[in-house]
T-cell receptor
Framework: GAGVSQSPSNKVTEKGKDVELRCDPI?????LYWYRQSLGQGLEFLIY????????KSGLPSDRFSAERTGGSVSTLTIQRTQQEDSAVYLC??????????????FGEGSRLTVL | AQSVTQLGSHVSVSEGALVLLRCNYS??????LFWYVQYPNQGLQLLLK??????LVKGINGFEAEFKKSETSFHLTKPSAHMSDAAEYFC???????????FGTGTRLTVIP
């Protein structure tokens, strides 16, 4: 596709269940980011993938959060045993190069997660 | 380490009035600075960026920002607000060679007809 695609766009789950959020980056973009956007909190960096290098996981808030990127393309963010405080919009972004150097991150529309 | 502070979570201006959204940064290395805009139910898109060239940066939709090292600021301005400018605006910073952008908490701009 032309842009970053995320699915599902909305997810409602019960506390304690696991969820998977998917991100399809722009073709050819080597860098992929996950951010969390909570009301009044701005964007919180979660994890960064660059090519085949080991990911930067420094932003993951707990060991319930994990992410993988298969074949350098599609990424899945997994949240295990969801808690109500996990409710947020999860944004994926991709960049042709390391985004911090160019600032040109291309964002998807996000996956809104609601944990009841 | 890098961080940004956006002063004012909500800003309201009349249509045709000056828009001023404030951003101050902290960086241990020469910073790169960015403004992103998020329209309702959409992802963020880059508005403009400063990467150590000209200190006055022009972006899309008539917005511009000026890098002021002495004030550690990168405020966003537009001379005349349009209704279509209503959105949330995020300031972000990274450092030379850094991979990550660090975003502020955002400023929601309301334009009053």
């Amino acid at each position: 596709g032309a842009g970053v695609s995320q699915s599902p766009s909305n997810k409602v789950t019960e506390k304690g269940k696991d969820v998977e959020l998917r991100c399809d980056p722009i073709s050819g973009h080597t860098a992929l980011y996950w951010y969390r956007q909570s009301l009044g909190q701005g964007l919180e960096f979660l994890i960064y993938f660059q090519g085949n290098s080991a990911p930067d996981k420094s932003g993951l808030p707990s060991d319930r959060f994990s992410a993988e990127r298969t074949g350098g393309s599609v990424s899945t963010l997994t949240i295990q045993r969801t808690q109500q405080e996990d409710s947020a919009v999860y944004l994926c972004a991709s960049s042709l190069l390391a985004g911090g150097q160019t600032g040109e991150l291309f964002f998807g529309e996000g996956s809104r997660l609601t944990v009841l | 380490a890098q961080s940004v502070t956006q002063l004012g979570s909500h800003v309201s201006v009349s249509e045709g009035a000056l828009v001023l959204l404030r951003c101050n940064y902290s960086s241990s290395v020469p910073p790169y600075l960015f403004w992103y805009v998020q329209y309702p139910n959409q992802g963020l898109q880059l508005l403009l960026k400063y990467t150590s060239a000209a200190t006055l940066v022009k972006g899309i939709n008539g917005f511009e920002a000026e890098f002021k090292k002495s004030e550690t600021s990168f405020h966003l301005t537009k001379p005349s607000a349009h209704m279509s400018d209503a959105a949330e605006y995020f300031c972000a910073v990274s450092g030379t060679g850094a991979n990550n952008l660090f975003f502020g908490t955002g400023t929601r701009l309301t334009v009053i007809p």
